[in-house]
Nanobody, 125 residues
Framework: QVQLVESGGGLAQAGGSLKLSCAAS????????MGWFRQAPGKEREFVAA????????HYLNSVKGRFTISRDNDKNTVYLQMNSLEPEDTAVYYC??????????????????WGQGTQVTVSS
C-alpha cells in the first residue's frame, strides 16, 4: 500500500522558517516526481513545488521562489520543503504528493497519484 506521511508543520512567526518532511513508501517514491501543495481555508489546493527523480528537476510556485526549497533524499525515500522568510499568506495545510513519472512538470493537483494526510502550517504576523 502506498503511503505518504508528512511531518514538521506548526506555528511560525512572519520571517521565520519551518521544514516539512514527507516519508514515502518505496512504490510511491521510486522514479517518481514528488510535490508539495497547500490549501488555505476556502481556497483550492495550490501547487507549491516539485522535485523530479533526476537531479536538478525542480520547479516552484512563483510566490515562493527564493524562499522555499524542495529537496529529496532518494536513499531515505523522503522529500523535504524548507520554508524561509515565511509570510502570513503561507498559512495553509500542506500536502505531500507523488506522481509516477520521473520528471512531471504539471501543477494541477488532479495530475498527482498519491497524497499524504496534510500538515498544518500557521504563520503569525
Amino acid at each position: 500500500q502506498v503511503q505518504l506521511v508528512e511531518s514538521g508543520g506548526g506555528l511560525a512567526q512572519a520571517g521565520g522558517s519551518l521544514k516539512l518532511s514527507c516519508a514515502a513508501s518505496g512504490r510511491a517514491f521510486n522514479r517518481s516526481t514528488m510535490g508539495w501543495f497547500r490549501q488555505a481555508p476556502g481556497k483550492e489546493r495550490e501547487f507549491v513545488a516539485a522535485a523530479g527523480w533526476v537531479r536538478g528537476g525542480r520547479h516552484y510556485l512563483n510566490s515562493v521562489k527564493g524562499r522555499f526549497t524542495i529537496s529529496r533524499d532518494n536513499d531515505k525515500n523522503t522529500v523535504y520543503l524548507q520554508m524561509n522568510s515565511l509570510e502570513p499568506e503561507d498559512t495553509a495545510v500542506y500536502y505531500c504528493a507523488g506522481k509516477q513519472h520521473p520528471y512531471y512538470t504539471g501543477t494541477s493537483a488532479a495530475g498527482y497519484d498519491y497524497w499524504g494526510q496534510g500538515t498544518q502550517v500557521t504563520v503569525s504576523s
